[in-house]
């Protein structure tokens, strides 16, 4: 009989805290949503003590994303816990999760604590969170390298305490399958209460085994598995949660488990995490790279056309690739628009269709054909994740080698409207700077991405940009078959998060000024 | 006591056979001197009946790689066989390699053989291959998804025909490492004659499992792993050479195994294979991404600091990051330049000194640091891959919103000269259709990416593009400050690789002409 597994999804906690991972909060709400239509059974939605943008994303997705459990991080502190519980509290399911390391190196070096005190602490944490939270998970950080009978010891008292989840995470990433398993066996067999937790696990990637650990942790009693969209987090990441499923799925007669994932979301949610972030998978990546399902030697593409079971364990529709490549043209209407997103899974509000058709219709006029591909690039700028402060009206620049570069930008705000230019190393540059004698913001270019979307010297370019403005990190882009509007565009965008942020922190600010 | 590894690399077949992976002569060669930097045992070099100029690449690797064993792939015939022997035969260590299918749906559906004739063929084939070459490995294809008992008569074949090496391959992918460690250790017991031969594993990517079970296949009796520099290879890819080295240098007391690879040389193997194929890792990408020894979250932070064990299981320097930034200034010399190199692992000859000096000089006049990350951009540009036919002059650019994107170039071959100008959609598209103007070689671009080497507005920019030129597909890479530069460089890279292999055949059919 097979049993069913929980995923727990922790792409916006552990994957969102490494970096060129952040979000910002209409990011997170976005992919929450799209975690919700994966199934997945649990969202870790943040760590409501780290920031104050942590602790909105958790109380937003709580109040918005209904259908799975939502789970807050706690360090085993009161602080921590009461924070947490203040997030996720309006959740329909919320969870509060609280960890403390186990391993005697973290004791002695990070924690500088004893066993005993760890013991007591763990003890405390738990009773807290129980106090407020029906369902406390609790995490023995760096359980793999931790003496097994005091883990024993810990994780006891944590479920005494009432603790419903029990997490041995591989912290480091130090694991291997043939020892993790049998560790995982040992440890449960070794906790008396065992019948009153379900026992998790959480792998890292550090040497490449996340996913081959969390199987191994499956088949020795976990029944829930921590992981993320295209294995993102901290490091090499975790565990990919697409490959977990897709295991399981695949190999049912050696591992005889059920999950609820509906697999046939896992490369929309992996693209959507991609979109935002600009953190792209390679195209050799399991499952979601791009090349996962392309078979280019000729030995293979014979045994493919013969028989696909030769050398495909798994179809592309299984993962949600349609095998269709869609192409409409110029002449095609927003009904028709709004059909073909929809079919690609995205439904969009009526301001999303309109500015995505605005998109379409002005790629149309310059490209041949307009592919899938370029339908899900020009959807991201039509995507209403920050309200448009500035807006771009016009930009030229110019290039080359031996040349200086110069550019001239038109930008909007509200009903003022400036023109400003500027020369630079590059065009890219020289827009740059014309930008920011604009907004008056200067930003710090931390990272520049341009990729084509399809083929030939007219395919859509997509530019993705991580700016530091203030100390903060923002993501912007942007899709265009001009690099330079591309470019424009997306700096514009990363300008208008950090615009809209800094506002509502003023506002709050205000608010906490008149209250007092 | 700890048993001796043996790694069979397969970048240079399994890894360029896959979509984006191509190489051309010139850079197989660069990426096979290396590997054997990096000390594996044997590389396999290509697939001579596959292609001319995969018989040319094995053949110069046999020639000028005199440390490792060099392998050619052949199917199990005669003229593969005699073509794989005739490439690899000047190799100090020649091993042909071998292989048939022997899972019955391979059978059936590829084969169309029984498997009394696939036994026979096996037996035909070792046999000749033996009779040209001391060394033979034979690879079962499928073999996890074929009958044990059937597939071990098979082996046993091939022994008693001399065979040296015996692979047990996971072709498609599908093996977990809880049955696939089983599987390899109940084969092997199945081999009467096994002493006679070291078992090898190859294992495929798709469910993100293929080190594991590489790790499962050692710890059951395999003594070679086959596995590729970033995991590159067909679909999801081949087992990560990386990951299995430093998985064995990490958990010695679980993994009891030696290697003789120098993990130093990992990052700069990476690095070199990205730069030739424009094949990106992940920044999660374990051991090699960007990411792998980055600790962003404040907490792991605050632990690094007091003790880098409490996160860290492996130093940076293991795998020959080193953590200096190195900054060099506009008056810094060639001869200091020539030492950075060195520092950096790179030897450069004189002419490919005096590129890379050209450009760093530019480069330190537009930028006001230069980062380590910067000279091995640039030495990129340095590395005399193929003749500089067509030499880019003079390139001006420009492109916006709303804007006719026009470009004109100045394009010099030997001692013509020649101005072009062209529109387009965005400033690249305009630049590359004046290119094909001066060319007449219209390129198809299949693949254009741009990615920032280091942070600042100012940061160089890397442009990979992809092109397509008679069906053939060439990669073409130059870095920039100035993007449109970049761009239009990178381009005539690849025009430039493509005309000359087009010379190159144009003067073998002549001389065949000529000798007939």
Chains 1, 2 share one sequence.
């Not at 994740?385 to 807006?391: G, N, Q, T």
Request: proline share 3%; net charge negative; aromatic share 6%.
């Amino acid at each position: 009989m097979a049993e069913r597994v929980y995923f727990f999804d922790t792409t916006l906690r552990d994957g969102e805290q490494s970096p060129g991972c952040s979000m910002y909060l209409e990011e997170k709400l976005k992919m929450a949503r799209q975690l919700e239509r994966l199934n997945v059974d649990v969202i870790e939605a943040g760590f409501p003590i780290a920031s104050e943008g942590d602790f909105e994303a958790v109380q937003a997705v709580s109040v918005q994303v209904r259908k799975p459990t939502i789970a807050a991080l706690a360090r085993a502190n009161r602080l921590d816990i009461e924070r947490a519980w203040e997030a996720v509290k309006q959740a329909r399911k919320p969870r509060i999760h609280t960890f403390i390391a186990t391993s005697d190196i973290h004791l002695q070096y990070k924690l500088r604590k004893t066993r005993a005190e760890v013991l007591a602490q763990t003890i405390e944490a738990v009773k807290t969170a129980r106090n407020l939270c029906e369902e406390v998970e609790f995490s023995a950080e760096d359980a793999t390298r931790s003496d097994i009978d005091y883990l024993a010891e810990v994780l006891t008292a944590a479920i005494e305490q009432g603790a419903t989840i029990i997490n041995i995470p591989d912290t480091v990433g130090y694991a291997v399958p043939m020892e993790f398993g049998p560790f995982v066996r040992d440890v449960i067999a070794k906790v008396p209460n065992r019948d009153k937790a379900i026992f998790s696990c959480h792998c890292h990637n550090d040497l490449g085994l996340a996913v081959a650990n969390s199987l191994a942790g499956l088949l020795n009693g976990c029944r829930q598995v921590e992981c993320t969209i295209n294995g993102i987090g901290e490091r090499a990441g975790n565990a990919s949660l697409e490959e977990i499923a897709m295991a399981i799925r695949t190999r049912k007669n050696v591992l005889p488990f059920n999950s609820e994932i509906n697999t046939e979301e896992i490369s929309r949610s992996s693209k959507l995490l991609t979109n935002l972030t600009g953190s792209f998978v390679q195209p050799n990546k399991a499952i979601v790279g791009r090349n996962a399902f392309a078979h280019e030697a000729g030995i293979h593409q014979d045994g493919i056309l013969k028989n696909s079971l030769t050398y495909e364990i798994m179809t592309p529709q299984s993962v949600g690739l349609s095998s269709t490549t869609l192409v409409m043209g110029k002449h095609s209407g927003r009904h028709a628009l709004r059909n073909k997103f929809e079919e690609l899974g995205y439904e969009l509000s009526s301001e999303e269709l309109e500015r995505a058709y605005f998109f379409f219709t002005k790629l149309a006029d310059q490209k041949k054909e307009v592919y899938e591909e370029d339908l899900v690039a020009i959807i991201q700028d039509g995507m209403k994740i920050v309200p448009d402060v500035y807006r771009l009206k016009f930009v030229l620049s110019s290039g080359g080698s031996q040349a200086i570069s110069s550019a001239a930008v038109k930008i909007e705000k509200g009903t003022d409207s400036c023109v400003e230019s500027a020369v630079g190393d590059g065009p890219i540059h020289a827009c740059y700077k014309a930008i920011d004698k604009v907004t008056g913001m200067p930003g710090r270019l931390l990272d520049y991405t341009v990729n084509s979307v399809t083929r030939g010297k007219d395919a859509l370019g997509e530019v993705f940009v991580h700016v530091e403005f203030e100390n903060k990190n923002y993501t912007g882009k942007a899709a265009s078959v001009d690099i330079i509007d591309a470019s424009a565009r997306a700096y514009i965008n990363a300008v208008n998060k950090a615009y809209t942020e800094k506002q509502r922190s003023e506002a709050k600010k205000a608010d906490k000024v008149a209250e007092s």
